[in-house]
């Protein structure tokens, strides 16, 4: 499956950004999705993940409360909303699907990437 995320952009902090991530195939709706970032000079981090249904949840730490992650299988998308944006949260995004929806934070569990869309947040 391919995936494709787009939605990232220059914004101030405080301000919000919905990235999304389209999949090619309908098989997406059997796979459980994560959003991964990458800091420059820093590794890829885990920010959410989502189960094929939808009705599981996780985040990271930092995120909890301004990020919300979604996903609509009959548009095979997921959706990674953004709120109360802070500089610390500039990075490349990255979605990407888990063929067993693990909901696990692992990127090594996740066997399809997107190319990555770049969020950056000015102070």
């Known amino acids: 499956v391919q995936l494709q995320a787009s939605g990232g952009g220059l914004v101030q902090a405080g301000d919000s950004l919905r990235l999304s991530c389209a999949a090619s195939e309908r098989t997406f709706n059997s796979y459980g999705m994560g959003w991964f970032r990458q800091a420059p000079g820093k590794e890829r981090e885990f920010v959410a993940a989502?189960?094929?249904?939808?009705?599981?949840?996780r985040y990271v730490d930092s995120v909890k409360g301004r990020f919300t992650i979604s996903r609509d299988n009959g548009k095979n998308t997921v959706y990674l909303q953004m709120n109360s944006l802070e500089p610390g949260d500039t990075a490349v995004y990255y979605c990407a699907a888990d063929r067993l929806s693990r909901n696990t934070a692992d990127p090594r569990y996740y066997s399809y990437w997107g190319q990555g869309t770049q969020v950056t947040v000015s102070s």
């Open positions: 989502i189960s094929w249904y939808g009705g599981f949840t």
